[in-house]
């Protein structure tokens, strides 16, 4: 089993709709999650962040954490086509090697069309 | 604000030459910086972790007499890739974490290195 998972996509939805975007981590003593955008070419940018389980909004960003399903999901309302872009999960913890590091999903490749 | 540079953005060197890639954070202090690689359509892989004035910590696979990782300061860390070959043609991409602040990394732009 990989350590952060994401369904590679690509995930199509219309100018407007919501896009939902999941992930599931495998280390269940992970304590911080992260959702970056990547436009393709250029390097990830931190647009969310989750510590505790429940909701955190941000303007058109949700983000959900359910720990005890090893689940984090990102909720983008209103979708613009700006936002089309890959979407990478990543998960902080103690993993192998007895330090903590980010461990990246995948990522999900989002196109919101006009 | 948290703005984090790299120099140079690109870079095409021959084959069996040395590449230095600088890693900055601009506008705050970081004890750990990474260095990540990413190759066409793939995503991120961390190369290793980069603590100011202590040795590298590599992830398994990563060469580290290859990639000589250098933390000198609480703002500049630098990735050398040593007698470069094409398949290290890659996006080098570091992160930076705030000192004392949570787990967040903050991304530089990225560095494209074409060997030929």
């Known amino acids: 089993q990989k350590e952060v998972e994401q369904n590679s996509g690509p995930l199509s939805v219309p100018e407007g709709a919501i896009a939902s975007l999941n992930c599931t981590y495998s280390?269940?003593?992970?304590?911080?999650f992260f959702w970056y955008r990547q436009y393709s070419g250029k390097s990830p940018e931190l647009i969310m962040s989750i510590y505790s389980n429940g909701d955190k909004e941000d303007g058109r960003f949700t983000a959900q954490l359910n720990k005890a399903s090893q689940y984090v999901s990102l909720l983008i309302r209103d979708s613009q086509p700006s936002d089309s872009a890959t979407y990478l999960c990543a998960v902080n913890g103690l993993w192998a090697g007895g330090y903590n590091k980010l461990i990246f999903g995948a990522g999900t490749r989002l196109a919101v069309h006009p | 604000g948290a703005v984090v540079s790299q120099h140079p953005s690109w870079v095409i060197c021959k084959s069996g030459t040395s590449v230095k890639i600088e890693c900055r954070s601009l506008d705050f202090q970081a004890t750990t910086m990474f260095w990540y690689r990413q190759f066409p359509k793939q995503s991120l892989m961390l190369m290793a972790t980069s603590n100011e004035g202590s040795k590298a910590t590599y992830e398994q696979g990563v060469e580290k007499d290859k990639f000589l990782i250098n933390h000198a300061s609480l703002t500049l860390s630098t990735l050398t890739v040593t007698s470069a070959h094409p398949e290290d043609s890659s996006f080098y991409i570091c992160?930076?974490?705030?000192?004392?602040?949570?787990?967040?990394?903050?991304f530089g732009p990225g560095t494209r290195l074409t060997v030929t």
């Open positions: 992160s930076a974490i705030k000192t004392g602040g949570s787990y967040e990394q903050y």
């Open positions: 280390d269940r003593v992970s304590q911080s």
